[in-house]
């Protein structure tokens, strides 16, 4: 009789668990920050990279593209749960306030760092939809042809 209703305890207790991780990872969303612009004097085999940077210099999530006809379009999904702690520290809670501060792009070609770019997330990008941020206005990066690339 106790290993039986020991038994209905741990199942109950098993599907409480499971299904609060469910909860909680529902809880807060995915964004995306969708980054564009153009390149002048495009280097051949060029690559578009964007790197997230979170407060504290923690550097986050990134993506990469290559340069098409001299343009660039890179959407970067970040989740937004972060860890707070909660009763001096002693229980983490989740928050949903996790939100990049500022955004590197890179030109890059052949191993060499042509031009870089950062953006204030605050500044330089607005909310189009509830989980969505785009440039205020496209960037411009500068090919070999313009610059020395940066070592």
Known sequence: MVYGVFKVLVGILCICV?????????????DTIIVNGKVEHAPRKGIVKVQLIYPKDKIGESGDVT????SFRIPILFFTQSRAPFLNGSIPTQKCT?????VVVLLIANDQEYDRVSL???????????S???LRSEILLQG????????
């Open 132 to 134: 969505t941020y785009v």
């Open 98 to 102: 996790r939100k990049p501060q500022t």
């Open 18 to 30: 499971i299904s609060s991780g469910a909860f909680l990872l529902a809880e807060c969303s995915i």
């Open 120 to 130: 204030d997330m605050a500044k330089d990008f607005k909310k189009i939809e509830p």
């Open 67 to 70: 340069v098409d006809d001299g």
């Open 144 to 151: 070999p042809e313009g610059t020395t690339p940066i070592q």
